[in-house]
């Protein structure tokens, strides 16, 4: 299973990025996707996740009301909207399948995009 990841760079405070990633390899309608970061010296947070019906959708407290996920299961993708971004979203976000929503028993991870909030 491969995950090809983009969307992610530097953005100043207040700004919006989109997320997506292409997930080559599996059938994104078996499994509930979503997306983790780790920011600097910080442990891994889960951030979002989307059910497999698509219908249930989980967001962390810190992203609530400024990000949005969704999944495309023709594309076989999740993408994930960031808006109002503040320095403290600054990380390495991850997209995963998991076998449970919302987004436990990970399946796959992907290498990971960097997305830097900064002035």
């Known amino acids: 299973v491969q995950f090809v990841e983009s969307g992610g760079g530097l953005v100043q405070p207040g700004g919006s990025l989109r997320l997506s990633c292409v997930v080559d390899?599996?059938?994104?309608?078996?499994?509930?996707i979503g997306w983790f970061r780790r920011a600097p010296g910080k442990e891994l947070e889960g951030v979002s996740c989307v059910s497999r019906s698509g219908s249930g959708t989980y967001y962390a407290e810190s992203v609530e009301g400024r990000f949005s996920v969704s999944r495309d299961d023709a594309k076989n993708a999740v993408y994930l909207q960031m808006n109002e971004l503040k320095p403290e979203d600054t990380a390495v976000y991850y997209c995963?399948?998991?076998?449970?929503?919302?987004?436990?028993?990970?399946?796959?991870w992907g290498k990971g995009i960097l997305v830097t909030v900064s002035s």
């Open positions: 390899g599996a059938t994104l309608d078996d499994y509930a």
């Open positions: 995963v399948t998991a076998n449970m929503y919302p987004c436990f028993d990970i399946d796959h």
